[in-house]
């Protein structure tokens, strides 16, 4: 080795800082097979790697997971467990399907605590598994993944770029369309229909967030069918509401509206808001999973018409799924390829939302406690009295 090899070793060395050198030595030897099966067997460490080993197993076998909780759902196997457990034999009646694919389905949904056995010969709901049952929404969610898991048939091509026509970006048009305002009703039906079964899942949590009841009059940005504003509705019945989102959604949200009997309270406005002046007369405006849609120039555009559209004092509610949230790391992974996939938006930090926010010209930007902040985390914001 030349002494300008070493030099340059040597200088390169230096310029590590300790916690480097540190994290070196230990991705050294966890990566020594000596040292993996030593920590397997000394009984102090024995614990540790077990654990590990599970969770490298869980990443390696993860896809396999959700294809049992999609084969689950995609049968309607929760739905058929959730009066009472059944035999195996009923259970092959039930999904017309042969002797040894619904042992095998079974039991795979058993060691994902999906199913549970009861008695000898009788099966029935988990603990995960009556979780799903109970959320319809989360039901949606599952057989609509089926798109996402052939748009990441090749993650790499799609970090490259060279997937240019997506199943998820034909699902959700308005991520790539120049004038998403002209989409036809045909164009919407799917993943308005996704986000309605889905609404409800977060609704509850934002309402318990933050209160309307000091609020007249609620604009939902990109409000869907209508549905937050309907629990809006219930539970501030003082409250006029107000939804703008395209014109083919808007036009479900008001089929939704006058269903529910609020068309006396509700207006719907049609339009894009990321070039269309928004309604005025709220003073309050939500964007209820909106901006994770969005890259950053056009969440700087909403957050703009945001703030015109309210008058001095307004608050604005944004709430979604949030990157760097506590105990829910899987949240920003799960996002990052989704909203790739999409082909716009990606997680935000919370402080990566208040330094949007505060650009825009809001003030007294707070992150509020939610119940369930794997599913949605809360940023309340003021627009400020102009100077």
């Not at 504003?229 to 395209?246: N, Q, T, V, Y």
Request: glycine residues 8%; hydrophobic residues 50%; aromatic residues 8%.
């Amino acid at each position: 080795m030349s002494g300008l090899t070493l030099s340059w070793m040597n200088q390169e060395h230096s310029r590590q800082s300790l916690s480097d050198r540190l994290f070196g030595m230990r991705n050294r030897l966890l990566a020594s097979p000596n040292f993996q099966r030593w920590a397997a067997a000394f009984p102090l460490t024995r614990p540790i790697a077990r654990r590990r080993a599970r969770t490298l197993f869980d990443l390696c076998a993860g896809f396999v997971y959700s294809q049992v909780l999609f084969a689950c759902v995609r049968l309607r196997l929760f739905d058929i467990l959730r009066d009472r457990p059944l035999t195996l034999e009923e259970l092959q009646h039930r999904l017309s399907l042969p002797p040894a694919a619904v042992d095998r389905l079974i039991e795979a949904a058993i060691a994902l605590d999906l199913l549970q056995r009861r008695g000898r010969d009788r099966f029935g709901l988990g603990v995960l598994g009556a979780a799903v049952a109970g959320n319809p929404g989360i039901a949606a969610m599952v057989e609509h993944h089926a798109l996402l898991y052939a748009d990441l048939r090749d993650p790499v091509a799609l970090l490259r770029g060279e997937q240019a026509d997506t199943e998820l970006g034909r699902l959700w048009p308005y991520a790539r369309d120049a004038s998403p305002a002209t989409l036809g009703a045909a164009d919407v039906v799917a993943y308005s229909a996704l986000m309605a079964a889905s609404q409800p899942l977060v609704a509850a949590d934002v309402l318990a967030a933050y209160r309307l009841d000091r609020h007249r009059c609620l604009l939902d940005l990109g409000g869907g069918d209508g549905r937050f504003l309907i629990e809006a509705a219930a539970a501030a019945p003082h409250l006029k509401l107000m939804l703008f989102d395209l014109p083919a959604v808007a036009d479900r949200a008001r089929e939704r509206f006058a269903s529910a009997g609020l068309t006396e309270r509700a207006t719907v406005f049609g339009g894009d808001f990321r070039g269309d002046t928004l309604p005025a007369g709220a003073d309050i405006i939500s964007l209820i999973r909106v901006l994770h849609d969005h890259d950053d120039d056009a969440v700087a555009t909403i957050l703009n018409a945001a703030w015109q559209a309210l008058p001095p004092g307004g608050t604005l509610l944004v709430a979604e799924p949030m990157a760097g949230t506590p105990n829910a790391a899987p949240v920003a992974a799960y996002f990052a390829f989704y909203l790739l996939a999409m082909g716009s938006g990606r997680p935000r930090r919370s402080d990566e939302l208040l330094a949007l926010l505060h650009t825009a010209g809001f003030s007294d930007a707070r992150v509020l406690p939610t119940r369930q902040p794997l599913l949605v985390r809360v940023v309340a914001a003021t627009r400020g009295w102009d100077t």
